[in-house]
């Protein structure tokens, strides 16, 4: 099973869970945390990855950083969860995926904007008030730059794509001039 389809099962349980008890952006912020902590620390990262380590040796170190970090029962049971079905390692993507199951249930778009160089504020609030308007949502973006799209912005909303890169634009016109 691909670690999309894992992040999204994992992810739409774990919402309707913690939604049910409103406690949705405190474990979102717990568990943003403990996945920081697993990747900055590479003995974590090990112990949690490496199948040669029995489970309760595992289970006793997961227990022993609930205890020291004092999280939400919810926070640490998934966690529990996670590490009982071998899935600890996957909380980056689950983590994404959660939030994106935490902005569509509370009307929340999310559009990720690529661009050849960085943008300023002014045209970051334009494009959110646009795409508030386009979309009659509220709008979260995310940007990031690819220099290979030579200028121009691709925005990407669910599995629509918007091109308009000059990058694009040349393969158009290459498609073009090759056809005739």
């Known amino acids: 099973m691909s670690s999309k389809t894992v992040a999204r099962r ?14 949705q952006r405190r474990v979102q912020e717990e568990l943003l945390g403990w996945q920081k902590l697993i990747a900055s620390a590479e003995p974590l990262k090990q112990v949690f990855s490496n199948p040669t380590i029995p489970y309760d040796n595992k289970r006793q170190v997961l227990e022993e950083l609930i205890k020291r970090t004092k999280i939400h029962q919810s926070t640490a049971n998934f966690l529990r969860v996670l590490l009982r079905n071998q899935r600890l390692t996957e909380l980056g993507e689950i983590n994404k995926r959660f ?3 935490l902005d569509e249930r509370s009307g929340v778009l999310t559009a990720e904007v690529t661009t050849a160089r960085p943008v300023s504020d002014e045209t970051r609030q334009s494009l959110d008030q646009q795409l508030s308007s386009v979309s009659r949502k509220d709008v979260r973006l995310t940007f990031a730059t690819d220099p290979e799209l030579i200028g121009g912005i691709v925005t990407r909303i669910g599995s629509t794509v918007y091109d308009g890169s000059i990058r694009n634009q040349l393969q158009q016109i290459k498609k073009q001039l090759i056809s005739k």
Do not use: P, S
């Not at 994992?10 to 406690?23: F, I, S």
């Open 10 to 23: 994992y992810a739409g349980a774990l919402a309707d869970a913690v939604v049910a008890k409103d406690d």
């Open 99 to 101: 939030a994106q199951v």
